[in-house]
């Protein structure tokens, strides 16, 4: 996804078209500035500075993303494998979520440094490195959001054939397939993102071959295919299938299901649309459909803010498809009384009964509703 790591890091000044620098001035505001050429029609266009707000909002957002995502995915994976064990298949797609998603949030740091200084300092393996996990956490998280929406619609709508596919060993199977398109996908970022020295700063930026324009414009539609189109299409079948389904149901906890469902696909909806739309008419402005600067210095800011904006749904994953669960909350509920038990044991509190800490007092599921919206989710 060039649009947006590369907005965050740079590019470089070498290649034919429209060009995008984000560098520190003199002062200590750090404005970013940007400019872009159209050699064949002879038009050069300064682009407007975005506000100087953004040398401080974005660092702090980006710092506050890396916490929280760094917590709650960690926290997910926690649960996972020491308290719960992964024993089914959506137990082995929530665990490749929440690891794709550290992947995507473990870029925050860097993208956080070089916001504040405005040059690339962790030398040219690094920049692979940071550059392909970043790629690689996007697109594997979705496709484990797809995945995952398939498996709850075989688990509510194909229950019978469900029984013979949902199994953790093809669980595993399907994580691996999925993990090898991810990297596949990535393989041109790995490849061409490297350490350049461009208008005397350090940046990670792409350099390709000739400059070449049309593996820009590639990789902004493979984005916009395999990170939205696809992952959109997946989900407003399975969903629209399983909420046909749960109107046929007569159950208190029907209608929490459903809008539960709908929060899975609106939220997808609304953190990643902006970010492929933006994509897709930087596209444009790569084949010259787009050329003048007005429309250039109103997609750049885009640019920033829906980028911004897409980090955010890493962190909200691990609500939407762990904490609604009945399971897992009744998991991570246990785990929190034995860490409490622990410390109060250490401290000597008299005041606890220890039979009120035996494992039968733990959080049950009250009804098979209950375990019926966390199949659902």
């Known amino acids: 996804m060039e649009g947006n790591l590369t907005y965050l890091l740079g590019r470089s000044s070498s290649e034919d078209v429209s060009v995008g620098y984000m560098s520190s001035t003199s002062n200590s505001s750090a404005a970013y500035e940007y400019a872009f050429f159209y050699p064949e029609l002879d038009i050069s266009c300064d682009l407007e500075n975005i506000p100087a707000f953004a040398s401080t909002f974005f660092p702090v957002l980006y710092s506050l993303l890396f916490v929280t995502g760094l917590v709650g995915n960690a926290l997910v994976i926690w649960v996972l494998t020491i308290l719960k064990k992964v024993r089914a298949m959506t137990d082995v797609y929530l665990l490749n979520l929440a690891i794709s998603d550290l992947l995507f949030v473990f870029s925050l740091p860097f993208l956080v440094q070089y916001s504040i200084v405005s040059q690339w300092t962790f030398g040219n393996t690094m920049c692979k490195i940071i550059s392909s996990a970043y790629f690689i956490g996007f697109y594997s998280s979705a496709f484990f959001i797809t995945i995952m929406s398939i498996d709850r619609y075989l688990a509510i709508v194909q229950s019978i054939y469900a029984l013979q596919v949902r199994t953790t060993a093809h669980g595993i199977i399907t994580s691996l397939v999925l993990w090898a398109v991810a990297i596949l996908a990535s393989a041109?970022?790995?490849?061409?993102?490297?350490?350049?020295?461009?208008?005397?700063?350090?940046?990670?930026?792409?350099?390709?071959?000739?400059?070449?324009?049309?593996?820009?414009?590639?990789?902004?539609?493979?984005?916009?295919?395999?990170?939205?189109?696809?992952?959109?299409?997946?989900?407003?079948?399975?969903?629209?299938?399983?909420?046909?389904?749960?109107?046929?149901?007569?159950?208190?906890?029907?209608?929490?299901?459903?809008?539960?469902?709908?929060?899975?696909?609106?939220?997808?909806?609304?953190?990643?649309?902006?970010?492929?739309?933006?994509?897709?008419?930087?596209?444009?402005?790569?084949?010259?459909?787009?050329?003048?600067?007005?429309?250039?210095?109103?997609?750049?800011?885009?640019?920033?803010?829906?980028?911004?904006?897409?980090?955010v749904h890493c962190c909200l994953?691990?609500?939407?498809?762990?904490?609604?669960?009945?399971?897992?909350?009744?998991?991570?509920?246990?785990?929190?009384?034995?860490?409490?038990?622990?410390?109060?044991?250490?401290?000597?509190?008299?005041?606890?009964?220890?039979?009120?800490?035996?494992?039968?007092?733990?959080?049950?599921?009250?009804?098979s509703q209950s375990s019926f919206v966390g199949t659902v989710l």
Not at 345 to 359: E, Q, T, V
């Open 317 to 367: 994953n691990p609500v939407i498809y762990a904490f609604v669960g009945e399971k897992f909350k009744k998991h991570l509920h246990e785990a929190f009384r034995k860490y409490t038990r622990f410390l109060l044991i250490c401290k000597d509190y008299s005041a606890f009964d220890g039979r009120s800490l035996d494992k039968h007092s733990s959080l049950r599921v009250t009804s």
């Open 188 to 311: 041109p970022d790995l490849i061409f993102f490297q350490e350049m020295n461009d208008n005397n700063q350090t940046k990670c930026i792409p350099h390709y071959p000739d400059s070449n324009n049309g593996w820009k414009t590639f990789s902004n539609f493979e984005v916009n295919v395999l990170g939205w189109l696809i992952p959109v299409v997946v989900l407003i079948f399975c969903y629209h299938s399983i909420l046909k389904n749960l109107q046929k149901c007569h159950t208190q906890n029907k209608y929490k299901a459903m809008k539960l469902v709908f929060i899975v696909v609106i939220v997808f909806f609304l953190f990643w649309t902006p970010i492929n739309i933006v994509l897709f008419l930087d596209s444009l402005r790569n084949m010259y459909i787009i050329d003048d600067c007005q429309t250039s210095q109103r997609l750049d800011l885009a640019m920033e803010l829906a980028e911004a904006l897409s980090f």
